[in-house]
Structures are given as structure tokens and as C-alpha cells.
């Protein structure tokens, strides 16, 4: 994929946060950076500042911990989605979160001080403000809807709700299961009974 084709993606996609008028994009693609990621190579690891926000173009990462020596898998990305530590990115503080692709993913990125020079820039700043805060609502409401799931859904309505999103059919078709197990907070084991108890029905 070319870079302008890219590009076009990016601006589709934000136009439910922004929309830039021709002379605003311009100025505003001159702030953007190109990332191409190998398969389980970081966007981000813990113990560091995650310095940008990324657009994936193609591709996906998840989003992991490591928890007593285990790697706990607890969210995804996928085309058109964005991927980053949003609060080591807003605060410059060290994140605890891995970012890492699960394929050949290629990013649209955002830098902190590129963000920063956007919103004192007298063409670009009063939209970015509002990218901004949009952006941080949908993070919001992605972390609220995650934790309202584990206090008032059973694993198997979990499993079922993930079904009906709209990254649903990629997480089931194209995550490992022991990832998908670990974002829903079951065992593999778990994960395959509530599969099996699913179709069983569909199968007669």
C-alpha cells in the first residue's frame, strides 16, 4: 500500500472525530510518521513512555501485561482502530502495557511533540483540541464498557457480546485462543466448552 492510499484511509476514518477542510490536511500530514511492524515486533513496552499514537492501516497488535510472570492478553486493534497507551502518551509517564503486532502492521503515527506543535499551530490547534478530546472519550468509554462486562456478564455472555462488535469476527478468525481466552478472563479450556455449548445448537 502506497502512502497515499494511506493517508486517504486516515482521513475517512477521523472524520467521526475531525474533519480537516484541504488546506488543514496538508499542514496536518506534515506532523504524521510512517511505522512498519514485523510480526510480534513492540509498539510500545512497559517501563517506558509511549511517545505516539498510532493509526493501524493494516494489520492488528494487542494489548498485554505481564502479571506474576504471565503474559495476560486484555485488548486488540485492528484496521482503522488506534493503538497506544493513551495515558503514558497524555501524561509522558511509564506505561505497564505492551503493545505488540500479531502481524505485519503497518501504523499511521501522531508523536507527542508533534501533537503538541499541531495544537499551537493557529490553522490546526482548536481542531486538534477537539480530536483530542474525542479521542479520550473513546478510550474512556472502551475502558468502562470492559470493566461493566466482568462485573455483570457471565463468561459465555462475554463471549457472546464480543461476537456482536464490530472487531468480533476478527478477534474469533484471526487471534491465537489463548489470547481471545485471556481477554475474555477464562481459561483456554473455558473458552472451548462455551464455543462448543455455542454451535451445538447451530449443529442440529
Known sequence: ??????????????????????????????????????????FATADTVCDKIGFVVTGSVRYYHIV???????????????????????????????????????????????????LAHPLLAYKMERFGRLIAEHY???TEDRMNSFVTQSPEERYLQLLQTQNGKDIIHRMPQHYIANFL????VSLSRIRKRILEPIAK
Open 185 to 188: 478472563g477464562i481459561t483456554p
Open 68 to 118: 506474576n510472570g504471565e503474559d495476560i492478553t486484555n485488548y486488540f486493534s485492528f484496521e482503522e482502530d488506534f493503538a497506544s497507551s493513551y495515558k503514558s502518551f497524555t501524561t509522558q509517564t511509564l506505561t505497564i502495557t505492551y503493545i505488540q503486532a500479531l502481524e505485519e502492521t503497518r501504523l499511521i503515527n501522531i508523536t507527542y511533540k508533534a501533537w503538541h506543535q499541531m
Open 140 to 142: 474512556l468509554c472502551c
Open 1 to 42: 500500500m502506497d502512502t497515499a492510499t494511506a493517508l486517504t484511509i486516515f482521513r475517512n476514518a477521523i472524520i467521526q472525530y475531525v474533519e480537516f477542510n484541504d488546506e488543514e490536511w496538508q499542514e496536518f500530514i506534515k506532523h504524521l510518521t510512517f511505522t512498519k511492524l514485523k510480526k510480534k515486533q513492540h
